[in-house]
């Protein structure tokens, strides 16, 4: 029986599907109508009238069988979106095939010629024609480029959806047919577009679906072939065990984008050895020795190279390329956390300046300079600082990764200088929980 249900029925009486000639054969019968009596054009498929009273399969011509029209004729039911597209061409040749499996002599007659003619005719324009135009996927880059440049300044789950819905976007254009060329773009795009999702991720506290984003950032930029594109992403998913707490991690990833680097003026090429001298100043705190030091100063050395040889357009972009101000923030706090506090502090300084508006990233430099005042011996000034850089940012505005980092260098001041005045009432207050927030600017860190 034919899988006509109600909804598919409906449709067809609204106009918002069209019958296919098999399904329009049934329409036929069922009324008793020509097809142009339904609103279509004629004849039906079957070649015969509709309108003898009792006649269900319309195969009856002046009373007397038709000889085209016996058990050979066999109705396949076709999906309900199945309109066009080829339909009327497979029933041919399939009417055609069932007729020979039947014992009846078929020839290449004008129908079967027509069909052949018309699929191949459908597959070249498959072919040749795109659902993605060349100036849609340069609306699309410059979409993401655009969330580059507006990442300190908007809250990141608005951000976070906004990147997804672009792509979303761009997952369906790839679903369909592409030349090559355009493949690769959308590809390099969704590495970009998954990567920056990854990053709003790890501010948004969500280390898991942050590594996840990331795996596929790296899938797509795979396909691209694209070394400084694998680089990027491979340097930026280091973030998210540096920020966990496994500098070891972090160091492998980092060393595997610095590779994938490889000679090319990239920014990956100047953030690999910065990540990768963070990753070490954490094991040189915890109690690595001066060859870890040395190490992290050589890879701050080859970061500060790398970046020279950038372009103005990378050295300018927040997200997909690397700035000045995050090069003097990155080494400040590599610096401060390997005891250097003189030359850490003289950066941070430097790198404050740079950072003039962007309230988050300048509250990030003020702990680090309050953690070098802890270095050098001076608890009660530390302290000071620190809440000083939490006041400054309030309550509204406080997010996961200034949280942590506050927190802990206020336990580190309480292990180092026992219960100093206000330092309970400085913990109690990262501790308790932050009131509901709308806004949430995006950190650098």
Same mark, same amino acid.
Not at 114 to 132: F, K
Not at 360 to 369: A, F, G, P
């Given at each position: 029986?034919?899988?006509?249900?109600?909804?598919?029925?409906?449709?067809?009486?609204?106009?918002?599907?069209?019958?296919?000639?098999?399904?329009?054969h049934?329409?036929?019968?069922?009324?008793?109508?020509?097809?142009?009596?339904?609103?279509?054009?004629?004849?039906?498929?079957?070649?015969?009238?509709?309108?003898?009273?009792?006649?269900?399969?319309?195969?009856?011509?002046?009373?007397?069988?038709?000889a085209?029209?016996?058990?050979?004729?066999?109705?396949?039911?076709?999906?309900?979106?199945?309109?066009?597209?080829?339909?009327e061409?497979?029933?041919?040749?399939?009417?055609?095939?069932?007729?020979?499996?039947?014992?009846?002599?078929?020839?290449?007659?004008?129908?079967?010629?027509?069909?052949?003619?018309?699929?191949?005719?459908?597959?070249?324009?498959?072919?040749?024609?795109t659902?993605v135009?060349?100036?849609?996927?340069?609306?699309?880059?410059?979409?993401?480029?655009?969330?580059?440049?507006?990442?300190?300044?908007t809250?990141?789950?608005r951000?976070?959806?906004?990147?997804?819905l672009?792509?979303?976007t761009?997952?369906?254009?790839?679903?369909?047919?592409?030349?090559?060329?355009l493949?690769?773009?959308?590809? +390099? &795009?969704? *590495?970009?577009?998954?990567?920056l999702?990854?990053?709003?991720?790890?501010? %948004? @506290? /969500?280390? #898991?679906? !942050?590594?996840?984003?990331?795996?596929?950032?790296?899938?797509?930029a795979?396909?691209?072939?694209?070394? +400084? &594109?694998? *680089?990027?992403?491979?340097?930026?998913?280091?973030l998210?065990?540096?920020? %966990? @707490? /496994?500098? #070891?991690? !972090?160091?492998?990833?980092?060393?595997?984008?610095?590779?994938?680097?490889?000679?090319?003026?990239?920014a +990956?090429?100047?953030?690999?050895?910065?990540?990768e001298?963070?990753?070490?100043?954490?094991?040189?705190?915890?109690?690595?020795?001066?060859?870890?030091?040395?190490?992290?100063?050589?890879?701050l050395?080859?970061?500060?190279?790398?970046? +020279?040889?950038?372009?103005?357009?990378?050295?300018?972009?927040?997200?997909?390329?690397?700035?000045?101000?995050?090069?003097y923030?990155?080494?400040?706090?590599?610096?401060?956390?390997l005891?250097?506090?003189?030359?850490a502090d003289l950066?941070?300084?430097?790198?404050?300046?740079k950072?003039?508006?962007?309230?988050?990233?300048?509250?990030?430099?003020?702990?680090?300079?309050?953690?070098?005042?802890?270095?050098?011996?001076?608890g009660?000034?530390?302290?000071?600082?620190?809440?000083?850089a939490?006041?400054?940012?309030?309550?509204?505005?406080?997010?996961?990764?200034?949280?942590?980092?506050?927190?802990?260098?206020?336990?580190?001041?309480?292990?180092?200088?026992?219960?100093?005045?206000?330092?309970?009432?400085?913990?109690?207050?990262?501790?308790?929980?932050?009131p509901?927030?709308?806004?949430?600017?995006?950190?650098?860190?």
């Amino acid at each position: 029986m034919p899988g006509i249900g109600e909804t598919l029925l409906s449709a067809y009486e609204s106009g918002l599907k069209r019958p296919g000639p098999e399904y329009l054969h049934y329409l036929c019968s069922v009324y008793r109508v020509e097809p142009v009596a339904l609103g279509y054009e004629g004849p039906c498929i079957c070649g015969h009238g509709h309108r003898m009273p009792g006649v269900v399969r319309g195969d009856l011509h002046e009373g007397k069988p038709d000889a085209s029209s016996d058990s050979r004729e066999l109705w396949v039911q076709q999906p309900d979106d199945a309109v066009g597209g080829g339909e009327e061409e497979e029933n041919v040749l399939r009417r055609t095939l069932l007729a020979m499996i039947d014992g009846t002599a078929m020839k290449l007659d004008p129908p079967v010629l027509n069909a052949a003619e018309s699929i191949r005719r459908r597959m070249d324009q498959t072919l040749v024609s795109t659902t993605v135009s060349p100036a849609m996927l340069d609306h699309w880059e410059e979409a993401a480029a655009s969330f580059g440049r507006q990442y300190m300044n908007t809250p990141p789950l608005r951000q976070l959806c906004d990147v997804l819905l672009e792509f979303s976007t761009v997952r369906q254009a790839m679903e369909q047919h592409q030349p090559i060329d355009l493949q690769e773009r959308l590809c +390099a &795009l969704a *590495a970009r577009l998954a990567g920056l999702a990854g990053i709003i991720m790890i501010d %948004l @506290g /969500d280390q #898991r679906l !942050a590594r996840s984003f990331f795996r596929t950032s790296r899938t797509a930029a795979d396909e691209t072939g694209d070394r +400084a &594109l694998r *680089a990027w992403v491979t340097a930026r998913e280091a973030l998210v065990p540096l920020f %966990l @707490g /496994d500098p #070891r991690e !972090a160091l492998n990833l980092a060393k595997k984008s610095r590779d994938l680097a490889g000679q090319t003026p990239c920014a +990956a090429k100047a953030m690999a050895p910065v990540v990768e001298a963070r990753a070490l100043s954490m094991l040189a705190n915890a109690g690595g020795k001066k060859d870890v030091v040395d190490q992290a100063k050589r890879a701050l050395a080859r970061a500060r190279a790398a970046f +020279a040889q950038m372009s103005p357009a990378q050295q300018e972009d927040t997200v997909f390329g690397y700035t000045e101000r995050q090069l003097y923030f990155h080494q400040g706090d590599t610096l401060a956390r390997l005891g250097q506090t003189l030359e850490a502090d003289l950066i941070l300084e430097q790198a404050l300046e740079k950072y003039d508006g962007d309230l988050l990233d300048q509250t990030l430099i003020r702990l680090d300079r309050a953690q070098c005042r802890l270095l050098e011996g001076d608890g009660e000034e530390a302290l000071k600082q620190a809440r000083h850089a939490i006041d400054l940012v309030g309550d509204d505005f406080r997010s996961d990764i200034i949280l942590r980092r506050a927190l802990d260098l206020a336990n580190t001041i309480q292990l180092r200088c026992g219960d100093l005045p206000g330092l309970a009432e400085f913990i109690q207050k990262l501790v308790s929980p932050a009131p509901v927030r709308i806004v949430t600017p995006t950190a650098e860190a």
